[in-house]
């Protein structure tokens, strides 16, 4: 065991995973968190806390990982580069794995022009794939990115995010391989709406033997609207909603759209649980958390190991 | 070339309102390429503060000059009668102009007239855009001779994110992803598994990021 992560546990014993995502708040409400982690409990095998996502302000990962896992929910912490250092990024990591965290999610992080806070600095010092590394050899190394030695180090599974939808489509899966290289344990991707393409792209991994080396969760939604479709299948860049999602979203009406959305994702569920060599599934409901128990029992993925 | 833009007549104005005479000083190299500070600019910019004064019944004098470059002390030697004459100085040039006035005329006042925006060129007729960030330490070995330190919106040494489409930004639908760029190069060049390696963190003391920067050349000093 790397880490001895509940998540890293249900893997390694070749359970499906199923893990979920928590938005932490823009305030300091603990009841929010709780409630929406309460809300997980006994449905997810890890919980995600986003950091700062679309970069908006928010509550801490860090902190809201933390209160998580005293109340017995596993928390999976992002860590992204947009507005840490080196420095910065290996202190947080430090007291992030003295406070019980286990799971760690590199990324690079959204640009802050997409945020609440468009003028600020960005920092990129490091990308996602220099952050694994990092990670990976304070863990395996003891050893700092400047070189010193960590007395006592950090045990973290690592993850990363990998989209199959973006472009150019045929170096993804080369640049999972740089992850892979890079030290992941395991990867949780972009969400799929395209299974179509999610079974090329996994072709792709199978091809170079990825799956065997690392745990990959599929990434799934559930809709709310035709219109929410909609904008995610053209505004939003490395998204890719095939015409006939929004199709059933748009035939199923207003009043049965979050409905339908839900079936959509179970179906999606079902579908790429049978591509050999994915490992689990991450659900991502943001402001919509208390949805996930429904899909978990619906997909049939009760009762959790 | 360095790559400026004028700043809005408003803040200029604002600049000098306390003043009734000044002097324009313009350069003749890169701004006066990318048509922010040159010579024409000068002109153009004179009138217009002009015609502004005249309006609000506050006339202004205005003296005109523009060397060939504003950031050499032989060059801005030039202009000391000129400078010495006015109350202030208005700089068409880019920050280093500025400075170069500031340090060789100490008593002076010296304001900025354009935005020092970028290291780049002219992609064709009225469009610039940024190469290089100057990072003091060139990967462009490595990157298929494309910069993704400034070409990246994220500076990305082991791109291109997940937000790469159509061969677009995912920051700005205008600009190119400079790491399509990248493969689409090392793929003409049959270099595509130099993409393979991980480059590792960047050392960016070579860069601001390590104070302010000097090159002192021993060989060349007098």
Redesign the interface.
């Given at each position: 065991m790397k880490s001895g992560s509940n998540l890293e546990k249900i893997l390694c014993a070749g359970h499906f995973a199923v893990t979920a995502e928590l938005g932490p708040p823009k305030s300091v409400s603990a009841e929010v968190v709780y409630k929406k982690a309460e809300t997980l409990k006994g449905y997810a095998d890890a919980v995600n806390i986003t950091d700062c996502q679309t970069a908006i302000v928010r509550m801490s990962s860090i902190a809201a990982g933390s209160m998580l896992a005293s109340r017995g929910i596993e928390p999976i912490i992002q860590m992204t580069c947009r507005d840490r250092n080196r420095i910065a990024i290996q202190s947080d990591l430090l007291g992030a794995s003295a406070l019980g965290v286990k799971n760690l999610l590199c990324l690079t992080g959204d640009h802050q022009k997409f945020g609440n806070h468009p003028q600020s600095k960005n920092v990129f010092d490091l990308d996602s794939i220099q952050l694994i590394k990092m990670v990976k050899d304070m863990r395996d190394e003891k050893k700092f990115q400047c070189g010193e030695e960590i007395k006592v180090e950090p045990h973290f599974f690592i993850g990363a995010a990998e989209n199959p939808f973006s472009e150019p489509f045929e170096f993804r899966v080369l640049r999972l391989a740089k992850k892979v290289k890079a030290g992941i344990d395991f990867v949780q991707t972009q969400v799929v709406y395209n299974v179509e393409k999610f079974s090329k792209w996994m072709e792709m991994v199978r091809e170079l033997g990825l799956h065997e080396k690392v745990f990959i969760l599929a990434g799934v939604a559930p809709l709310k609207s035709a219109g929410m479709a909609k904008y995610m299948k053209n505004n939003v860049p490395g998204m890719d909603v095939p015409d006939k999602i929004v199709e059933r979203m748009t035939v199923a009406g207003k009043e049965k759209a979050k409905e339908e959305g839900v079936n959509i994702c179970i179906d999606i569920i079902d579908q790429v649980k049978e591509i050999k060599g994915v490992a689990g599934v991450h659900i991502m409901a943001i402001e919509w958390e208390e949805i996930v128990p429904e899909i978990v029992e619906k997909a049939g993925l009760l009762p959790r190991p | 070339m360095i790559v400026g833009e004028r700043k809005p007549m408003q803040e200029i104005l604002d600049m000098i309102a306390d003043h009734k005479k000044i002097f324009i000083a313009g350069c003749g190299t890169c701004v006066a390429v990318c048509m922010a500070g040159g010579d024409k600019e000068v002109s153009i910019l004179s009138s217009a503060i002009k015609m502004a004064r005249n309006k609000e019944n506050k006339p202004i004098e205005i003296l005109e000059q523009t060397p060939l470059r504003q950031c050499e002390w032989e060059f801005v030697d030039e202009l000391k009668d000129k400078i010495e004459a006015c109350e202030a100085v208005l700089s068409m040039a880019c920050g280093i102009g500025v400075q170069t006035l500031v340090e060789r005329f100490p008593k002076v006042i010296v304001y900025p007239a354009v935005n020092t925006t970028f290291l780049g060129l002219p992609e064709e007729q009225g469009v610039w855009s940024e190469r290089c960030g100057a990072c003091g330490n060139c990967v462009l070995d490595k990157t298929g001779g494309i910069c993704p330190i400034v070409r990246c919106?994220?500076?990305?040494?082991?791109?291109?994110?997940?937000?790469?489409?159509?061969?677009?930004c995912?920051?700005?639908p205008e600009v190119d992803?400079a790491w399509?760029l990248i493969?689409?190069r090392l793929k003409t060049l049959g270099k595509l598994d130099d993409?393979?390696e991980?480059?590792?963190?960047k050392d960016?003391s070579t860069g601001r990021d390590g104070g302010p920067r000097k090159i002192v050349r021993e060989d060349m000093k007098l």
């Amino acid at each position: 065991m790397k880490s001895g992560s509940n998540l890293e546990k249900i893997l390694c014993a070749g359970h499906f995973a199923v893990t979920a995502e928590l938005g932490p708040p823009k305030s300091v409400s603990a009841e929010v968190v709780y409630k929406k982690a309460e809300t997980l409990k006994g449905y997810a095998d890890a919980v995600n806390i986003t950091d700062c996502q679309t970069a908006i302000v928010r509550m801490s990962s860090i902190a809201a990982g933390s209160m998580l896992a005293s109340r017995g929910i596993e928390p999976i912490i992002q860590m992204t580069c947009r507005d840490r250092n080196r420095i910065a990024i290996q202190s947080d990591l430090l007291g992030a794995s003295a406070l019980g965290v286990k799971n760690l999610l590199c990324l690079t992080g959204d640009h802050q022009k997409f945020g609440n806070h468009p003028q600020s600095k960005n920092v990129f010092d490091l990308d996602s794939i220099q952050l694994i590394k990092m990670v990976k050899d304070m863990r395996d190394e003891k050893k700092f990115q400047c070189g010193e030695e960590i007395k006592v180090e950090p045990h973290f599974f690592i993850g990363a995010a990998e989209n199959p939808f973006s472009e150019p489509f045929e170096f993804r899966v080369l640049r999972l391989a740089k992850k892979v290289k890079a030290g992941i344990d395991f990867v949780q991707t972009q969400v799929v709406y395209n299974v179509e393409k999610f079974s090329k792209w996994m072709e792709m991994v199978r091809e170079l033997g990825l799956h065997e080396k690392v745990f990959i969760l599929a990434g799934v939604a559930p809709l709310k609207s035709a219109g929410m479709a909609k904008y995610m299948k053209n505004n939003v860049p490395g998204m890719d909603v095939p015409d006939k999602i929004v199709e059933r979203m748009t035939v199923a009406g207003k009043e049965k759209a979050k409905e339908e959305g839900v079936n959509i994702c179970i179906d999606i569920i079902d579908q790429v649980k049978e591509i050999k060599g994915v490992a689990g599934v991450h659900i991502m409901a943001i402001e919509w958390e208390e949805i996930v128990p429904e899909i978990v029992e619906k997909a049939g993925l009760l009762p959790r190991p | 070339m360095i790559v400026g833009e004028r700043k809005p007549m408003q803040e200029i104005l604002d600049m000098i309102a306390d003043h009734k005479k000044i002097f324009i000083a313009g350069c003749g190299t890169c701004v006066a390429v990318c048509m922010a500070g040159g010579d024409k600019e000068v002109s153009i910019l004179s009138s217009a503060i002009k015609m502004a004064r005249n309006k609000e019944n506050k006339p202004i004098e205005i003296l005109e000059q523009t060397p060939l470059r504003q950031c050499e002390w032989e060059f801005v030697d030039e202009l000391k009668d000129k400078i010495e004459a006015c109350e202030a100085v208005l700089s068409m040039a880019c920050g280093i102009g500025v400075q170069t006035l500031v340090e060789r005329f100490p008593k002076v006042i010296v304001y900025p007239a354009v935005n020092t925006t970028f290291l780049g060129l002219p992609e064709e007729q009225g469009v610039w855009s940024e190469r290089c960030g100057a990072c003091g330490n060139c990967v462009l070995d490595k990157t298929g001779g494309i910069c993704p330190i400034v070409r990246c919106s994220k500076s990305l040494l082991n791109g291109p994110c997940g937000g790469s489409q159509d061969g677009k930004c995912e920051v700005d639908p205008e600009v190119d992803c400079a790491w399509q760029l990248i493969y689409d190069r090392l793929k003409t060049l049959g270099k595509l598994d130099d993409l393979t390696e991980i480059l590792p963190p960047k050392d960016w003391s070579t860069g601001r990021d390590g104070g302010p920067r000097k090159i002192v050349r021993e060989d060349m000093k007098l």
